[in-house]
């Protein structure tokens, strides 16, 4: 990458602070105070979610060590591709806040770069690729560790026009948040119309076990039907649409197992996340369980009922087991339990009721990843100096050392990369 006049690039480590959070399993309760601190669920794309705090206690000595100041830029480590350096900039919002051993602390030092830019490099293509190429990975999981993320190459422009480029991101941030925050509150809403609904109801209606309700299906060969993933966040998708965050497979698929539209799939994290979904046909890894109603069901209603609270905690609980490297289900458990099975009347309308705000969380989703997007593609841009900053607005950076809001130029600059978006 050519870079323009002026710009450089450098080791993270060598313009900035790193350093990585407190156990949450110490035992060091002598002389330890109790203080709020952030998990990776806090830790959210260009924003914090701070609905849930949670506390833990830490040693006087280790509260400089771990507390976090204004100005730090939090990144996750990793876990399912999309946390995979996610992050956003602490404002101090919770006071004598620490953090937790899943997430990095960049402390940047402001003669090189600004926090805000920081944040938005590593949210970046630019950024995504680099801790993506580094990191640890496996089926829809990837780390990073410290020394990964010391070698980050930063690319630094000058000051004022980090600045200048920071406070146009800053408009879609702000986008973004809205949205997310719209996205939280109809979760909620669906949450406890789901109490109402099922989770409140689940003692009145009848219970068989699942292998009265389900076939296992386990045809192969299929090589050439259309890659699937399964996901927690999705259900079951087209491998492509992961935009590579998974590895394609080894060899043959021939051992994959098919799958149809309105099909279930157990999954090697269905002890956290339930059991997902498939609108789609194809092949899936040969390590998921599928699936298949065998009477007459109301699908709808049992793709939001194995995704629910009660489900997992009460129902799939029971087919919990343990094993050398975690947890999984234990498919003939899960078979021998009893779920509820609510007349197909019943089935049919409480689905209709969820599934107009379930509707409504997919459109604000799609409407999120459309500003992430837009914002992602406009970085780019910005980060490899294809498209500069005006030199007067830059200027104007120059001669004042406060912090400004974005100048009115920069509404010409959206229109443009709308346009090109479009």
Known sequence: MKLPD?????????????????????????NSIELPYLRVANVQEGFFDLNEIKTIRIPHEKIKRYKLISGDVLLTEGGDFDKLGRGAVWY?????????????VVRPNNKHIISEFLSAQTGSTYGKKYFISCSKQSTNLASINSTQLKAFPVILPPLPEQKAIADLLSTWDETIEITERLIQAKEKQFKGNTQKLIDLRCTEWTHIKPKNMFDLITEKNHPNEE?????????????????????SPDGTTASYKHIKPGDFVISLRSFQ???????????????????RPKIKMDTDFYQIFFKTYIFIEKYLNLAVIGIRDGKQISIPDFLSIKIPLPPLEEQKRIAETLSVTQQEIDILKQL??????????LMQKMLTGEWRVMSDVVKSYEENTKHQSAPEKWHSVGAEFNAHCE
């Open 368 to 377: 999120a990843e459309k500003y992430k997007t837009q914002k992602r593609g």
């Open 227 to 247: 890659l699937l993933s399964v996901t927690q966040d999705q259900g079951v998708i087209p491998r492509d649409m992961l935009k590579g965050r998974v590895m």
């Open 92 to 104: 101090e919002q919770i006071k004598d806040c620490v953090h937790q051993n899943h997430i990095f």
């Open 273 to 291: 996340g339930g059991i997902e979904y498939s609108k789609y046909q194809g092949i899936i890894s040969p390590a998921y369980t599928v699936l």
């Open 6 to 30: 002026g710009w450089r690039k450098e080791r993270l480590s060598n313009i900035s602070i790193i350093q990585t959070g407190i156990a949450k399993n110490q035992n060091n309760i002598e």
